[in-house]
């Protein structure tokens, strides 16, 4: 990870937020429809595409237990209207089957200290983990500093980014004190429905 992030957005960014993604074994952990992040966070006010996530692997990923898919260039398509489908935002039927026609599908399998850049409009998807082995990733997500969103929301403003050594991460000893740090009610994320139960078509 020797870009750095000013170059691949074209300028200063900020932490926009971070999640961990949890797929337990057997089912448990879910499919994600297909989507890009855009069409989650155009709709939280941020007006440009001037974004970014940082896939993470904390377990293998393999397409057993639910690896990401990508279509392949599909972030040069630009920003695909979504709809709540299942409770999560998804990328219109007709449009993602005339850009699954044109582009190539890839199972994006990686290994505990891989790390997968992809631009905000990447259209991306990823199975249900039916097999015997967790699947958790992390994945930091940043915003270019001028690309401050219109509304308030979950996610946060623009905040300077500080940064700071890697021989911070095995100095820190501040493991508890969640103090100054949010976190997503999904109750209240206009962007999704926890009380959706229908499957994805």
Known sequence: MNVPDHQLLGGEVYHYHTKLMAKDPRGVGGRHNWHQDYGYWYKNGCLFPNMLSV?????????????????????????IDHDLVAGQQMCNQERLDQVKAKLP???????????????????????????ETKRWVLIPCYNKATNDPVYKHHHPNYSKLHKVPDSALRECRNYTDLSGKDFMDPQTDKTTDVTANKSPA
Do not use: T, W
């Open 105 to 131: 599908l890839k199972y994006v399998e990686m290994d505990p200290g891989d790390a997968l850049f992809f631009h905000c409009n990447l259209l991306h998807c990823s199975d249900a983990n039916n097999s």
């Open 55 to 79: 896939f993470i692997p904390i377990d293998p990923c393999r397409k057993e237990n639910g690896c990401l898919q990508i279509l392949e260039g599909s972030h040069k398509c630009g920003r």
